[in-house]
């Protein structure tokens, strides 16, 4: 079965540390990816994705991504962490058959200030 | 703009009862989905409307989940016989779909409801 696997549940961090949050999928075809994150008392929202092309990929709030199809990875990266990345944070895919997303279980950041 | 409002934002009910959740979706998105958060999870998938039409149904559990979307706008999901294990956070999302073709348009998530089986 397709699937998504985050492996840090829950990280923490102080401001200005690097991010690097693990995403590996289980799939053969050809698949779209993404990061969501969910800030707290908000509504999930689309941090950034990727469909083809450059591997690297930026995002919204200095975010960026990337895509290692031989690791079946696609890692979520920041520099410099600040306290309002404090949230939660999902990956996922589509398939090219279908239009419903696939998630990961998420991974809660906490950013010390 | 209005974003993608679901209601109500919290239910709790009694194990065996039938309830019903909510969607209203963007003005002018067609394609509708619904997803269920278990606690310590990320959403997963239930089904997905295009216009009026159940697209995909794959991801309802069981014979008590049926949702519909009569008017090609507003969705109700509807769970009958509540069992504890149906307690969760129902997220919708919509999207704008495209003519045709498997292209992909960003999927806006609603607020959720938060059911509650005792």
């Known amino acids: 079965a397709q699937s998504v696997s985050q492996h840090n549940h829950h990280v923490i961090l102080s401001e200005a540390a690097s991010l690097e949050l693990g995403c590996n999928y289980s799939?053969?075809?050809?698949?779209?990816l993404f990061w969501y994150v969910q800030y707290p008392g908000q509504h999930l929202q689309l941090l950034l994705k990727?469909?083809?092309?450059?591997?690297l990929v930026k995002g919204i709030k200095g975010f960026e991504a990337e895509f290692i199809k031989s690791k079946f990875s696609f890692n979520l990266r920041k520099p410099s962490v600040q306290w309002s990345d404090t949230a939660e944070y999902f990956c996922?895919?589509?398939?090219?058959?279908?239009?419903?997303?696939?998630f990961g279980s998420g991974t809660r950041l906490q950013v010390q200030p | 703009g209005a974003g993608v409002s679901q209601t109500p934002s919290n239910k709790v009910t009694e194990k065996g009862k039938y309830v019903e959740l909510r969607c209203d979706p963007i003005?002018?998105?067609?394609?509708l989905y619904w997803y269920r958060q278990s606690l310590g999870q990320g959403p997963e998938f239930l089904i997905y409307?295009?216009?009026?039409?159940?697209?995909?149904d794959s991801g309802l559990p069981n014979d008590r989940f049926f949702a519909v979307r009569p008017e090609g706008s507003v969705s109700t999901l509807k769970i009958q016989r509540t069992e504890r294990g149906d307690s969760a956070v129902y997220l919708c999302?919509?999207?704008?779909?495209?003519?045709?073709?498997?292209?992909?348009?960003?999927?806006?998530f609603g607020p959720g409801t938060r059911l509650t089986v005792l």
């Open positions: 409307f295009q216009g009026t039409g159940a697209a995909d």
């Open positions: 996922a895919f589509l398939d090219t058959g279908r239009r419903a997303l696939t």
């Open positions: 799939y053969g075809g050809t698949v779209n």
């Open positions: 003005s002018g998105h067609t394609a």
């Open positions: 999302a919509s999207s704008v779909a495209p003519p045709g073709g498997i292209s992909y348009n960003e999927q806006f």
């Open positions: 990727y469909f083809s092309g450059d591997p």
